[in-house]
């Protein structure tokens, strides 16, 4: 059982525009490519954050995407009356994983997201794949996949920091696993996270 | 003639850290992978912006990388004293691209960076090549690559924009032209800009 995301990035790093609308509806994705097919015959759990599970299920209840797969939401909130039975809540990304690995299914888990979702799950060790489509595309604005720091340079920092003697250029580095391209230039990068 | 960078980002989108050093420099880059041989080798002029230029003058100047090559700097500042005949000021991009059309020299242009720089070329219409090698690294702080508006999700907001019946979910693409893997999991993406 491995956990994984197929998640969609602007250029820009953004996963939804401004309106939390996800990126794949700027491009031509209509769930048939993307490698998107391949990556979820293999899906057997899904896991999100409470806000995703909170902005699909109205649209889900419609047509429930997920069968009698059994789906896990991270969150500290109890779930909508509404929710399928199954669908289960868990408090933190460490119980998550392992109720995941205690759950009775085959196959793979898709980490559907959000951000901070697999940010959690990553930060617990327990993301096996970082699946990331990258779309060719700008959008200026919305959710990032990495909630990073955006700096400004500054002459004296720069000085700073090459006056240092004792300078640790290092981060835990992914691993590449694969790569596609797809026609309409999305790109398909798979990563294994660090450690 | 074509202007075309080859800049290194972070998966997380920063071209640099958090003092301003360049994110290759938490890698095994040391100038002869990645690409970047092969793109210098037809490389005739460089333009850069002037925060790029003034970070670098110091040390080029204990070894002029460049060559007799024509040096472009955006910039509305005066050049330093320091710096080589080779180089000159050129106070917008408009400005730019027009006096790369009109120089004397053989071959492509590298637009060296920085973000600011790219963006004004791009905004412009003189970039014709993105090129961006995505490292395998999460910073979570620097310069990023695209100066983006990073928003929290909103339930209200995303149910306005689901409410709208007239959604114009569309930007001007990029055009993926190649893409390349390396060895040490770094990805070389190389875009057209739209329009």
């Not at 490519?33 to 015959?41: C, I, L, N, V, W």
């Not at 700096?151 to 300078?167: K, L, P």
């Amino acid at each position: 059982m491995k956990i994984r995301t197929h998640i969609s990035m602007s250029l820009d790093g953004f996963v939804t525009d401004a309106n939390g609308l996800p990126v794949w509806d700027y491009t031509s994705f209509d769930g048939t490519g993307h490698g998107y097919p391949e990556f979820m015959a293999n899906i057997g759990a899904i896991a999100m954050g409470g806000t995703s599970f909170r902005q699909g299920l109205e649209g889900w209840l419609t047509g429930w995407p997920y069968g009698e797969r059994p789906v896990f939401v991270l969150t500290s909130r109890a779930l909508p009356a509404e929710a399928p039975a199954t669908v289960v809540a868990v408090g933190s990304a460490e119980e998550l994983i392992a109720r995941l690995g205690a759950a009775d299914f085959e196959g793979d888990v898709q980490l559907l997201g959000g951000p901070q979702a697999i940010a959690s799950v990553t930060a617990a060790g327990g993301l096996d794949e970082l699946g990331v489509v990258v779309l060719p595309v700008v959008l200026g604005s919305g959710i990032p996949l990495f909630e990073g720091e955006a700096i400004a340079f500054s002459q004296e920092r720069w000085a700073a920091s090459q006056d240092a003697t004792d300078q640790a250029h290092v981060r835990p580095m992914y691993t590449l696993l694969r790569q596609e391209a797809y026609p309409d230039g999305s790109m398909h990068l798979v990563y294994a996270p660090p450690g």
